[in-house]
């Protein structure tokens, strides 16, 4: 029988069927995109897709600098479950007149990207023409904090929590939740008023703590942050309280129904989003916004290291945490990267890696023990400066020139946000172990830019492809070989 001796109806079912099984033979890739708030994880999304379908500049990309790939597109996510990553609205904003970057991450999203490939085997492209599904997920950063609290019970998060609170840097904001825990001991009873108000008070000081600046590694529970679809959830309502010294709480105190609570939250809401979205990755890029927190000082380095490290330490191979337990395969290829690469002149890119071997040296030795690829690079998705040279007396000093976001400061000058200006950053220090080193003067100092202002173009499927640095060589590691 033929396709065309069927009604329409079986003859649409047996196609879908067709493309159905297609794609479950398609091979693909989970590619993890980790980091913390402001990273730049939604950036690296939107210019990672758009440079692959619209044929950026990309000559360390393998596949694409040698003609290889023959279309790529975005298809249905897999997961009915979860929103599409918003990438049509994503790239309309950089590309914008004016542009401007996307907004911080409300809740989860995915997306599929497929890529038609000639491989360049010559025997597997005579058979046919390969087919890559990349999967990736976008989420908002604070809810990587909450994974090292999966191997945490109330009293051990109590106690680092306790210790985040003490921090120099967080001691006003801390004062009045610090204050009011004075106020409670280890038999206090079980009393949701109570409860309600330490929740209150807590919250607030995690939302003032990290206020002077969000792209600073912040202390969590991630969902007090950004509750996303929990806000006002009873599942959000606990904080933390110093257990007795024999360890757990009597029954009927307060101490009790909050370490109760502690471990809903992660039932409930952690368990399943680490489950579902980082169980099964194939390859992972961890994106560490390492200038922010140099600009910050030798707390903000210090704080970031510490945060990721406990992260990172989530992902051990041995089975010795929650998330290791459950993976069900190896990351056989992970990328360090320092992003917002363009904030410094290219003679500096060296020093940054550098910087970021250090902040993640325990991870990068573990992944390297595990039989992973490693590799450490700074790279700027979206690159929003070029490059200059001014004259200081004799002095030569590297410059970018880019267009400061609107309020954005430099000594005394305030930025408008439509003036091209040349900025001399600063070198970073040679040993970047310096930058640990507390009451030094920050080493860097920059304003933030806005995106490159790019060609009016219409319709968005022609505008120009985005600027980058390294974009291109992270992609010819996570993905080369799966285009081979
Ligand atoms: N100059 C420059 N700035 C960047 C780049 N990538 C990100 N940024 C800046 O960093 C900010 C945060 O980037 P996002 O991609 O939104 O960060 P995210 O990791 O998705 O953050 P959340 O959604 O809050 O988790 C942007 O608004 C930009 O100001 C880049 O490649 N170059
Ligand atoms: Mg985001």
């Known amino acids: 029988m033929r396709l065309s001796d069927l009604n329409d109806a079986t003859a649409g079912a047996l196609r879908s069927a067709g493309a159905r099984l297609s794609d479950l033979m398609t091979p693909t890739v989970r590619l993890g995109v980790t980091g913390l708030a402001r990273a730049g994880k939604t950036v690296f999304i939107t210019a990672l897709v758009r440079n692959i379908i619209a044929g950026g500049r ?39 007149h004016p ?23 010559t025997l597997r492209s005579a058979l046919m023409p390969g087919r890559l599904h990349v999967d990736i997920v976008d989420y908002p950063g604070e809810w990587l904090l909450d994974l090292p609290l999966l191997d945490l019970d109330f009293g051990a998060w109590s106690k680092r929590a306790l210790a985040d609170a003490r921090q120099r840097q967080r001691a006003a904001a801390a004062k009045t939740w610090l204050d009011f825990l004075s106020t409670l001991g280890v038999d206090s009873p079980a009393d949701e008023h109570v409860a309600l108000t330490g929740t209150g008070l807590f919250t607030r000081y995690l939302q003032e703590a990290r206020a002077p600046d969000p792209a600073l590694a912040a202390p969590g529970p991630g969902r007090f942050l950004l509750p996303g679809d929990a806000a006002g959830s009873p599942l959000l309502t606990f904080f933390p309280l110093p257990p007795p010294p024999e360890g757990s ?16 939250y992660k039932t409930h809401l952690v368990k399943p989003f680490f489950r579902d979205h980082f169980a099964r990755l194939d390859r992972q890029i961890v994106l560490m916004d390492a200038l922010s927190a140099i600009t910050s000082g030798a707390e903000a380095v210090d704080d970031l290291e510490r945060t990721m490290e406990a992260v990172l330490e989530c992902f051990k191979p041995a089975a010795h945490t929650w998330l290791s337990r459950i993976l069900s395969r190896r990351i056989d290829r992970l990328l360090f990267a320092a992003t917002k690469a363009d904030h410094l002149h290219h003679s500096s890119h060296d020093r940054l890696e550098a910087v970021l071997r250090l902040l993640a040296e325990k991870a990068i030795a573990r992944a390297q023990f595990a039989g992973a690829d490693v590799k450490v690079m700074a790279l ?7 490059e200059a040279e001014a ?19 430099l000594g005394r000058q305030v ?3 439509a003036t091209e200006t040349a900025v001399f950053p600063g070198d970073l220090p040679e040993d970047p172990a310096t930058l640990k080193v507390a009451d030094r003067p920050s080493a860097v100092q920059f304003p933030r830019f806005t995106p490159p202002r790019l060609q009016p173009a219409t319709p968005l499927d022609e ?15 996570l993905l080369g070989d799966k285009l081979a």
Do not use: N
């Not at 105190?253 to 809903?264: I, K, N, P, V």
């Open 380 to 386: 700027a998705a979206v690159r929003a400066t070029r």
């Open 249 to 264: 709480f009597a029954r009927g105190t307060l101490g009790a129904m909050l370490a109760r609570r502690f471990e809903s």
């Open 58 to 96: 990309l000559p360390h990309f393998h596949p694409m600098a040698q003609g290889r790939i023959t279309r790529a597109y975005l298809e249905p996510q897999p997961d009915d479950r979860i929103a599409r990553f918003a990438y049509e609205e994503h790239l309309a904003e950089l590309t914008g």
């Open 99 to 121: 542009p401007r970057w996307p907004d911080s991450t409300r809740r989860i999203s995915q997306l599929r990207l497929t890529i038609e490939f000639v491989s360049a085997k």
């Open 391 to 409: 004259r200081s007396g004799w002095q030569r000093l590297p410059c970018i020139i880019g267009v400061p976001l609107p309020g954005e400061r």
């Open 463 to 477: 505008a120009p492809v985005l600027p980058h640095i390294r974009l291109d060589r992270a992609m010819d590691f």
């Open 415 to 417: 930025f408008d946000g």
